[in-house]
């Protein structure tokens, strides 16, 4: 017997606050038919097993859920009509929707089998997840497999199975409820004791950006040392450094011989022609 851990609350939150219950299932196809008798086998297994449990509220406020074994007499459910092969999955995906379970009445599982129109079969089980995780059903599941083909022993050899169904008493409630306030109330004196003791935290520090440095004024002199060209080009009326590939071109583009012109016109058309030659 035990209480329900902290990682379940997630789904009993969601079965309180909205009526929804989260459910796993295990699916198995077969060639053929399982018979009835590995099919009851199956499911004995599984009872005995850790999923077959029942949910039992506190009666003390502030105290957890607590577990027992369920009464419930768990049988498979067999369909007779066939399921066309191809719409297995669909099936399937239907008795996730429709089947009965409520863990506080003790219907945990479920063990459903449909034939199929090839001869064969498909078996499903499903589980609530407030019972089981993945891997505790996937275990629970395969020893139940494994029990199938174990020959079972005879029934006045066959010891009883004992299920813990008491119940817990109010005491026991209200220690757990005592316990789960000593844990709130270590965790919240823990958390103001760090936000007391704690260093300030300090600002990140800014983030280095490139800094464009001055404009730098070039003077006439200075601008004739370093190679520019103080007559402005008949274009744009902007000066460009001696011996570039723009002043090149502005200063040798009158000699082409496509635009061949007398040399009054072309002085006046390239001021910086006589001084380039």
């Not at 851990?5 to 077969?30: I, N, P, S």
């Not at 669909?90 to 089998?113: M, Q």
């Not at 990140?204 to 730098?216: D, S």
């Amino acid at each position: 017997m035990s209480r329900l851990q902290d990682q379940d609350f997630t789904y009993w939150f969601l079965r309180e606050a909205f009526g929804w219950d989260v459910v796993l299932q295990l699916t198995w196809t077969f060639d053929r038919a399982p018979g009835t008798a590995a099919l009851q086998a199956f499911t004995d297994a599984l009872t005995a097993s850790r999923l077959h449990r029942r949910l039992v509220r506190p009666r003390v406020p502030l105290a957890r859920p607590y577990w027992v074994r369920s009464t419930a007499d768990p049988v498979p459910s067999v369909r007779h009509d066939p399921v066309p092969a191809d719409q297995r999955d669909e099936w399937a995906r239907a008795l996730l929707r429709t089947t009965d379970l409520d863990v506080e009445a003790g219907r945990c599982w479920a063990v459903h089998v449909a034939p199929d129109d090839r001869g064969g079969a498909v078996l499903s089980l499903t589980c609530l997840h407030l019972v089981a995780d993945g891997r505790a059903l996937t275990s629970a599941a395969v020893d139940a497999a494994v029990a199938t083909r174990t020959p079972a022993p005879a029934p006045s050899a066959r010891p009883p199975r004992r299920l813990d169904v008491s119940r817990l008493g109010p005491v026991d409630d209200l220690v757990d409820a005592g316990l789960q306030l000593g844990r709130a109330a270590l965790g919240t004196a823990r958390a103001v004791r760090a936000a007391l003791t704690s260093p300030p935290a300090e600002a990140p520090a800014a983030t280095p950006y490139a800094r464009r440095g001055p404009r730098r004024r070039f003077g006439r002199r200075e601008r004739s040392r370093r190679g520019w060209s103080s007559t402005p080009t008949p274009t744009t009326g902007r000066t460009a450094p001696r011996g570039s590939a723009a002043h090149r071109i502005r200063c040798s583009w009158p000699s082409s011989p496509a635009l061949s012109m007398p040399p009054d016109t072309q002085h006046r058309a390239n001021p910086c022609a006589s001084a380039c030659r």
